[in-house]
C-alpha cells in the first residue's frame, strides 16, 4: 500500500480535481501539456515526473523561475524553455498545439466577462481537435450574495457557461462540479472536449 509520502512525492499539490482526472485514466504520457497560469508549477508534478512534454505559462516572472527549478529537480530532462512568462490574453503558442490545456484558479481574476471571454477564447485555440481543456475557478452556484472570503472578481455562472459553451467549439465531457465551501465561497470544476 501507498503510503502518504510516496503520494505526495508522486502528486505534490495537485489539485484534488486533476487527480480525479488521472485515476480516470484520461491522460497519457504522449500527450502534450498546458498549464495556462502555473504560478509555480502545483498541477504538474505527476506530469513532470512521469515524462509528459509539459509546457507552461504564469504572469508572474518569479513563479515562472521558480517553475524552473522545481521541473528540473522533477525531471532532469524537462526542457526548461517551456515555461515562459505570458499572459493568458495572447497564449505564445499556434492554434492547436496541445492536447491538454489546464487553467486552474485563474479565470475567476479576470477583470470583467470581456476579459474572460478572450481568456477562454485562448484557451480553446491552443488546445487541439479532441483536446481536454480543465478549469476550475470561483462560481456563483449556491451563493445568494458574495461571499466575505471571496476575494474573486469573476465568477462563471449557468448563464456564462451556456454562453462559453455557444461561443466555444466545446462540450463538457462531465457535469459541471461545483463545491460550495461553507458559505465561503464557491468553486467549480469544468471538464471539456475540443470539438
Given at each position: 500500500m501507498t503510503?502518504?509520502?510516496?503520494l505526495?512525492?508522486?502528486?505534490g499539490?495537485?489539485?484534488?480535481?486533476?487527480i480525479?482526472q488521472?485515476?480516470k485514466g484520461r491522460?497519457d504520457s504522449?500527450?502534450?501539456?498546458?498549464?495556462?497560469?502555473a504560478?509555480?508549477?502545483r498541477n504538474?508534478?505527476y506530469?513532470?515526473?512521469?515524462?509528459f512534454d509539459v509546457?507552461?505559462?504564469?504572469n508572474?516572472a518569479a513563479a515562472i523561475?521558480?517553475?524552473?527549478?522545481i521541473?528540473?529537480s522533477l525531471n532532469r530532462t524537462?526542457?526548461?524553455?517551456n515555461?515562459?512568462?505570458a499572459?493568458?490574453?495572447i497564449l505564445p503558442?499556434h492554434?492547436?498545439s496541445?492536447?491538454?490545456?489546464i487553467?486552474s484558479a485563474?479565470l475567476h481574476f479576470?477583470?470583467d466577462?470581456?476579459?474572460?471571454?478572450?481568456?477562454?477564447q485562448?484557451?480553446?485555440r491552443v488546445?487541439?481537435?479532441?483536446?481536454i481543456?480543465?478549469i476550475?475557478?470561483?462560481?456563483?452556484?449556491?451563493?445568494?450574495?458574495?461571499?466575505?472570503?471571496?476575494?474573486?472578481?469573476f465568477?462563471i455562472?449557468?448563464?456564462?457557461?451556456s454562453?462559453?459553451?455557444?461561443?466555444?467549439?466545446?462540450?463538457?465531457l462531465?457535469?459541471?462540479?461545483h463545491?460550495l465551501?461553507?458559505?465561503r465561497?464557491?468553486m467549480?470544476?469544468?471538464?471539456?472536449e475540443?470539438?
Open positions: 503510503n502518504f509520502n510516496e505526495n512525492n508522486a502528486l499539490n495537485t489539485d484534488l480535481y486533476l480525479d488521472i485515476l491522460f504522449s500527450m502534450k501539456i498546458l498549464d495556462a497560469g504560478g509555480e508549477g504538474l508534478h506530469f513532470l515526473k512521469n515524462n509546457h507552461a505559462i504564469d508572474n523561475r521558480m517553475l524552473k527549478y521541473a528540473s524537462a526542457n526548461l524553455d515555461f515562459q512568462h499572459s493568458l490574453s503558442y492554434d492547436n496541445f492536447d491538454l490545456v487553467c485563474v479576470a477583470k466577462k470581456q476579459e474572460f471571454s478572450v481568456w477562454v485562448e484557451l480553446c488546445c487541439k481537435s479532441k483536446g481543456v480543465f476550475r475557478m470561483g462560481s456563483t452556484e449556491g451563493l445568494t450574495e458574495k461571499a466575505p472570503e471571496d476575494d474573486f472578481s465568477h455562472s449557468e448563464a456564462i457557461l454562453e462559453v459553451l455557444s461561443s466555444n467549439p466545446l462540450k463538457l462531465e457535469p459541471s462540479k463545491v465551501v461553507s458559505g465561497r464557491c467549480a470544476t469544468l471538464i471539456f475540443k470539438i
